[in-house]
């Protein structure tokens, strides 16, 4: 599982990801979708816009942020182009992060929303996991903590198994077992690599295998 968007969306400013280039608020990677970033920008509260940013864009400056966003909406009009909030959020952020856009937050969690990424990533693992047979592997790359975190508890819950007090008398056949072992230690992008793929800077990569005792 390669998780996240595809490169050549990003790349097509036509798509409205990028806050590089000029184009709709879209944000939409299927595009029979009805809901755009716009339709999210300018219709959200401001609570709900704030722990959005918060929540899928770990924005620590959601506030001034969405604040700036109202004044906006309320002052001049819908927001509707990617540069025309690249701008908003750039006025309101105070402190910059080295070599990351004070914009690249937002935009991420707009993207996240849009295409309900999250619900795809909690639906798909669960499914992809169940196909495997034994001692099949699953594969995954996440690109941002949120991913990330999501595939870390999958895989923690898939280890768990039953805690027996002291000198309760249980067989071991009644035990639950472990549905899932992690192969080798997370895996992350050489310098080399970085270099020729400024994209995968980010990447995680993690293994996991499936118990045979499940079946």
């Not at 940013?53 to 620590?60: D, I, P, Q, T």
């Not at 690109?143 to 007090?165: C, G, W, Y």
């Amino acid at each position: 599982m390669d998780l996240g968007v595809s490169s050549p969306q990003i790349d097509e400013a036509s798509r409205g990801f990028s806050f590089r280039s000029d184009a709709n608020l879209d944000m939409r990677m299927d595009q029979s979708q009805t809901v755009t970033a716009a339709d999210i920008v300018n219709s959200y509260e401001e609570k709900e816009l704030t722990d959005l940013l918060f929540s899928y864009g770990e924005e620590k400056f959601s506030r001034r942020i969405v604040r700036s966003i109202l004044i906006h909406r309320e002052s001049i009009g819908p927001i509707t182009r990617t540069l025309e909030l690249a701008k908003i959020i750039n006025q309101a952020v105070p402190k910059r992060e080295p070599g990351k856009d004070p914009a690249t937050r937002t935009f991420q969690a707009l993207r996240i929303k849009v295409n309900e990424e999250i619900n795809e990533i909690e639906i798909a693992l669960p499914l992809a996991f169940d196909y495997l047979n034994a001692n099949g592997r699953l594969v995954v790359i996440s690109f941002h903590s949120l991913e990330d975190r999501i595939v870390k508890n999958f895989a923690k819950q898939k280890m768990e198994t039953d805690l027996i007090p002291k000198y309760i008398p249980i067989r071991a056949d009644e035990i639950k077992s472990s549905s899932l072992k992690k192969i080798g230690k997370l895996i992350v992008p050489s310098k080399e690599e970085i270099k020729r793929n400024p994209r995968s800077r980010s990447a995680k990569l993690r293994i996991m295998e499936k118990i045979a005792t499940e079946l």
